[in-house]
Each structure stands twice: as structure tokens, then as C-alpha cells.
């Protein structure tokens, strides 16, 4: 059989993907969702790594080492750096989950809360980036956003279980 029998049907898959509507499930508020996941990808890919990066130049970290090794100013200034972008990676899987299955039923409150949560992030991170852990707690911010989605699915879920 040749490899291209099939080319027909490999065209009006690819015509359709590309010409593709959003499922008839979603609202026209799911773009902001779809927006909010954007934007949590420029966060921690984007500010997160940038910082890193920066700050592996700056104190001279090589890699394949996440961390800086010692007790030096040096190594504590980027570990900080470095720190603050590996906890906000350590709570994504959560937060995009939350965020998703919330959004089904909340898409615009999600997306807010998504923003807030962002914007908390960014905060961590800076503060986490002065060289004083301490100051990550300027990012506290984020868990009001983590904690709107918590409650959302916590909704979602009663409401399904008990039929309302």
C-alpha cells in the first residue's frame, strides 16, 4: 500500500486543525482562561528562567549544577534566585489543574484568579531574588488566587456529587 493513499484524509485533518473552532462546550470567556494559561507559561518560562539564567552569569553558576555549592554570598544570592523559580515549578501542576478544572464552570473568575496567582508568583520570585528567603512572602498574594480555584472545585464537586 503506498504511503500516500491516505494524503486526502491526512489533508482535511490537517485543514481542519488549522481552521479549527474551539469546541462548542467552551464559552467565548474561556479565552480568558486560555489567555491565563499564556500568561502563567511567560511567567515562570519566561520571568522564572530569565532570572536564572541572569543569575547564573552574574555568580559565575555552571551547569549542570541547580545550585551553587557553599556558604558564600555569591552562592547564597543565586541559590535565592534559583530557589524562587524552583518552588514556583514545584506548585504548576497543581495550580494548572485547579485552574483547568475550575475554569469549566468559572472560566472568568478562574482567569482572575489565575492573574492574581501570577501576579503573586512574580512577587515570590523578586522577593525571593533579594538574597533574603524572607522576602518571598511578598508573593503571599498568590494564594488567594490558588485558594479562589480550591474552593471553586471543592463547588464543583459537591454540586455534582449531590446532583444540584
Known amino acids: ?5 491516505n494524503l ?11 481552521s479549527a473552532a474551539p469546541p462548542s ?4 470567556d474561556h479565552g480568558y482562561v486560555i489567555l491565563a ?23 559565575d553558576v555552571q551547569y549542570p ?3 551553587a555549592e557553599g556558604s558564600s554570598a555569591k552562592a547564597k544570592a543565586f541559590n535565592c534566585v534559583q530557589r524562587g523559580h524552583q518552588n514556583s515549578l514545584e506548585g504548576l501542576p497543581n495550580f494548572l489543574a485547579l485552574l483547568l478544572s475550575a475554569s469549566l464552570v468559572y472560566p ?6 489565575a492573574a492574581v496567582y501570577n501576579v503573586g508568583v ?3 520570585m523578586n522577593g525571593y531574588a533579594t538574597g533574603d528567603p524572607k522576602n518571598r512572602s511578598r508573593g503571599s498574594v498568590k494564594y488567594l488566587g490558588l485558594l479562589f480555584l480550591l474552593g471553586a472545585n471543592v463547588r464543583i ?6 446532583g444540584w
Open 8 to 18: 486526502a484524509e491526512n489533508r482535511e485533518s490537517l485543514e481542519m486543525f488549522w
Open 65 to 67: 549544577n541547580l545550585y
Open 37 to 59: 494559561l499564556v500568561a502563567t507559561w511567560f511567567v515562570h518560562n519566561g520571568v522564572g528562567a530569565s532570572k536564572v539564567m541572569k543569575a547564573r552569569k552574574e555568580f
Open 1 to 5: 500500500m503506498p504511503i500516500y493513499s
Open 157 to 162: 464537586a459537591v454540586n455534582l456529587l449531590l
Open 122 to 124: 512574580v512577587m515570590y
Open 25 to 28: 462546550v467552551l464559552s467565548a
Open 108 to 113: 472568568r473568575a478562574s482567569a482572575v484568579a
